[in-house]
């Protein structure tokens, strides 16, 4: 876990190498935040509804995704990053969440040339992966400020988590004591979305990825569990974050089991080739 103040921002830090299970992988939408270093060959990233994809060298910034990502690695791969939690990119990047909001950007367009060379340079040299990662948590110690609404949009996401996206936006901007405008204003300049859509992110992720893909699924039976109408809203769901209907998805994550057992990554991303 990384140190305080840096917990109250960030899901962990990670060190990345070796060669990927998959050339692409499918990343879903989820209530999080991502900024990768890359120490490799380029990878690229896509959109799962475009034809283009694009290439980053020196790593990327994604705030939280609406939609599903396709990430292209190369035959081995070397990065280290950090896993924000949905506002805790805020404090390290000089524009807008909404600029960003489904449109990677380059380490170099959010820190500059300069920056990222000499950081890539102190982590190349670094003293293994744990050096790395120590040293990439000074980077982020050292460039923390604290932008305008981040307690408000902190304490409100945090809200919507601990119901797993189950509460009424419009409580949440009275227990707030602003206007439900301005709360939607603060998030989508430091999460990059509007309260209701972060709240159905967790709704999705909290009802998704617990499942066990090798075991019976009652679909309409997690339906109304996760506080969907009906199982139809559920599938449409379904097809918007992940690009898949639930029965597809399940044999997606069913081949990674089956691949690769015990794979560090399985769980969230799936395999697209």
Known sequence: MPRAPLDGLIDDLYYLEGAPPYALLTLPPAPSALLIVNLGA???????????????????VITMPTRAWVFGYPLRTRSVGVHFKPWGLAPFVPMPAAELCDRPVTIEQVWGRSAISELQDRLA????????????????????REPAGLGLVRHTSNVIAASSGAVAIGDLSVAAGVSS?????????????TPKRLARTYRFTSTVFPLNPDGPIDW??????GGYFDQAHFSHEFREFTGLTPTRYVEVRRRFLRE????????WPLPAD
């Open 125 to 144: 040299a670094a003293d293994g992966p744990q050096g790395m990662l120590t040293l990439l948590e000074e980077e982020l110690m050292r460039r923390l």
């Open 42 to 60: 380029p990878f690229r990233i896509r959109g799962a509804t475009d034809s283009e994809t694009a290439e980053y060298a020196d790593g990327c």
């Open 181 to 193: 405008t301005h709360l939607a204003q603060r998030f989508k300049e430091l999460i990059g979305v």
């Open 220 to 225: 309409g039976e997690i339906a109304g569990a």
């Open 260 to 267: 690769h057992p015990g794979h560090t990554l399985e769980g």
